[in-house]
């Protein structure tokens, strides 16, 4: 286990000490959202949420409504797989 996972393990910690003020913007402020989506990279993934809700509560009703319903249905979908894996 320890070979399987040293080294990734070395290369985030070195990421982590080389963290400064402006290095840590740019970890959470992402270039790209969605690698940032497929790296799990939550602060990431939570700023560009934040960032959508606010977009999508600051901009014309109808301009916004259709990207809400798409995912409150995306809500729905993984709402009934989760009940159904659970039970």
């Known amino acids: 286990l320890k070979k399987t ?3 990734e393990a070395q290369d985030k910690v070195q ?8 290095g840590l913007v740019n970890s ?15 602060l990431a993934i939570i ?3 934040i960032m959508v809700g606010i977009a999508l509560t ?6 916004s409504q259709p990207l809400v319903q798409l995912l409150e249905g995306i809500n ?3 709402d009934f797989i989760l009940r159904v894996a659970m039970s």
Do not use: G, R
């Open 58 to 63: 600051q901009i014309e009703s109808k301009h």
């Open 47 to 49: 700023f560009t949420a």
């Open 28 to 42: 959470i402020v992402p270039a790209n959202p969605l690698k940032s989506a497929t790296e799990k990279e939550m």
């Open 5 to 7: 996972y040293d080294s």
């Open 76 to 78: 729905a979908v993984t």
């Open 15 to 22: 990421k982590k000490s080389d963290l400064t003020i402006p």
